[in-house]
């Protein structure tokens, strides 16, 4: 058998040496958390303590689909693991494979090794996941959008494994949490592990790792010398083989991955641009990977975490489960998924859109009025529940692509909504004007391409954009349940546009108090994305004003029960 050399950079390597029982990482997007870093922890726990279950912990059954098994799945394929040779998904395990000492009661969220090991999916968005199991590891990915109390609740206990079996492992109940920096508190919980490291302990595995290293290079120079290597060497080598196992099997590893890490292959000018070109809200989270919440003193102050929800419709998302199509190709093409996924949405009621043009990035902001309960921190002591904006989902494009192609990603995901009708908010920023698009205006543009694919659209004009003053007072008032609707997002279809409502920023000028828009004309990078900017919460201006000041549905019927 040919072996396959496998890169892994210097963050992943060292997770993988350091092999803490307790790992905790914090980077930001495309540091290949889940692809080389969970996907060897899996790997390893599965292989190396057979017949063992652990568990693979998400915030919702959607993201688990779309994210952390595809990625994990993708990693293991190019390392050589084949689906239904070494592992099987979603389904009985054949009898060639091995069976696990606690065997699930069904397998229809597990993924089955050859050698009996199990991982089962655990989805917090899904009462019971984490009942009766035994579990002798834990993966918790997007650790930011997980709660905490029911991790410690339902979850954490069932982490106790079978010590006789595998008591002799380090990694034996072993944790591994990944996220990038949270935006909020109650999504804050796992940095307290910083605290909890021994830095001490972490620079003595680590030397010990070296040590053994060269020790096992003087046998391998011995061995290509014709020589027998001296036996002294052995013996040192399995002495300090089960020291390490002893302090890997105590040890907590925290780390933060930031620019500054790369500081040797980035440079010393790219970090000084870097300060110059963005905000400092976008320095702090982007270079420096600090931790910033909702801005306190930002334009969307009155924001709470009790403003987010979840809504996966579950008999949608097993079916996609069922059909294996994870464990086939290991990943989930975007066009699989549509509005079938969600349970906030009213099919038999119009969508509500508002929009942004932009020469580089366009968006919709989607939305939909309903009753429904506001959370108890949400508004005034004494006040009555009322109606709801539940902002369902957003939407953008970029460059080359443009409001067409904005549409058309619009109605691809709406295709099973019954009620094939937008009312369309839009100001005058959507008149007289089309970045040369063609020689028609934005609003010509999307009324024309949302009936080109038989929707059809009710415009409503909103006059002159409203004065930021106005709308900072109008927005934060609706936060705190001071106007007849209250926004809430759905935190699975939002989360570029809810990084950007939480970041934006504000600015007193000559003309008063405004947005902080000066981001929005710099080139785009790869530590400041279009889609982070204001751009997109301009769009979610023109919904709620819209739909605050200009209703024009009937209020619709949803079931609200288990929304998160």
């Known amino acids: 058998m040919t072996m396959k050399k496998v890169y892994f950079n210097t963050p992943q390597r060292l997770t993988q040496l350091i092999g803490a029982n307790t790992t905790v990482i914090v980077a930001g997007r495309r540091t290949g958390k889940t692809d080389s870093i969970a996907s060897p922890f899996v ?36 390392w050589g693991l084949l689906p239904n040779i070494h592992y099987v998904v979603g389904k009985k395990p ?41 579990l002798s590891w834990l993966l918790i990915d997007e650790a930011k959008f997980i709660d905490y109390e029911k991790l410690k609740e339902e979850t954490l206990p069932a982490n106790g494994g079978i010590k006789s079996y595998f008591g002799k492992h380090s990694f034996n109940h072993s944790i591994m949490i990944l996220s990038d920096m949270p935006q909020s508190k109650k999504g804050s919980w796992f940095l307290h592990y910083k605290q909890k490291m021994d830095v001490e302990l972490i620079r ?31 013996k040192k080598i399995r002495h300090l083989d089960k020291q390490l196992n002893q302090m890997r099997s105590v040890a907590v590893y925290y780390k933060e991955y930031s620019s500054i890490e790369n500081l040797q292959l980035l440079g010393e000018n790219y970090i000084k641009q870097m300060k110059r070109d963005l905000t400092p809200l976008t320095f702090q989270t982007s270079i420096l990977c600090k931790q910033i919440g909702i801005a306190k003193d930002g334009f ?77 921190t949400g508004h005034q002591s004494g006040q009555p529940s009322g109606n709801r904006l539940n902002v369902l989902k957003s939407f953008y494009v970029k460059f080359e692509r443009k409001l067409p192609a904005l549409v058309d990603d619009f109605c691809n995901y709406y295709s099973e909504h019954r009620n094939k009708t937008v009312v369309f908010y839009y100001d005058t920023t959507a008149l007289g004007s089309n970045y040369a698009v063609n020689t028609q205006d934005f609003r010509w543009v999307v009324i024309h391409e949302f009936e080109r694919h038989g929707w059809q659209v009710q415009d409503v004009y909103l006059g002159n954009p409203m004065r930021h003053d106005e709308k900072y007072l109008l927005i934060n008032q609706a936060f705190q349940g001071k106007q007849r609707l209250m926004p809430f997002f759905n935190r699975q279809n939002n989360d570029d546009l809810i990084l950007a409502i939480q970041s934006a920023g504000v600015l007193n000028g000559r003309n008063g108090f405004h947005k902080n828009k000066s981001g929005e004309k710099l080139a785009e990078s790869e530590e400041d994305l279009l889609e982070h900017r204001t751009d997109g919460t301009d769009a979610f201006d023109t919904l709620y004003i819209g739909c605050e000041k200009f209703p024009q549905e009937v209020i619709s019927s949803v079931n609200y029960s288990g929304f998160g």
């Not at 053994?212 to 020589?227: D, M, P, S, T």
């Not at 924001?303 to 809504?311: G, L």
Request: with cysteine.
């Open 94 to 134: 054949p009898k060639s494979f091995g069976t696990a000492i606690i065997e699930p009661t069904d397998f229809e969220h597990v993924i089955s090794f050859y050698n009996g090991s199990r991982a089962i999916i655990i989805s917090q968005d899904r009462p019971g996941s984490s009942n009766s199991l035994t």
């Open 204 to 234: 003595t595995i680590e030397a010990t790792v070296y040590e053994i290293w060269r020790l096992k290079q003087k046998v391998k120079e011995a061995i290509a010398a014709g020589q027998t290597p001296p036996e002294y060497l052995r």
């Open 300 to 376: 969307y102050s009155s924001m709470r975490e009790s403003h987010k929800y979840d809504a996966s419709n579950f008999e949608y998302l097993d079916t996609l489960w069922q059909s294996n199509v994870v464990g086939q190709i290991g990943d989930i093409p975007t066009s699989v998924f549509t509005s079938q996924a969600d349970r906030d949405v009213n099919p038999d009621a119009p969508i509500c859109i508002g929009m942004d043009y932009n020469a580089n990035i366009n968006w919709i902001v989607a939305g939909q009025v309903s009753e429904g309960p506001w959370p108890a």
């Open 43 to 78: 790997l390893r726990n599965m292989q190396r303590m057979p017949g063992s279950t652990g568990g693979i912990v998400v915030p919702t059954f959607k993201h688990g689909l779309t994210n952390t098994i595809p990625g994990l799945l993708a990693a293991w394929r190019r």
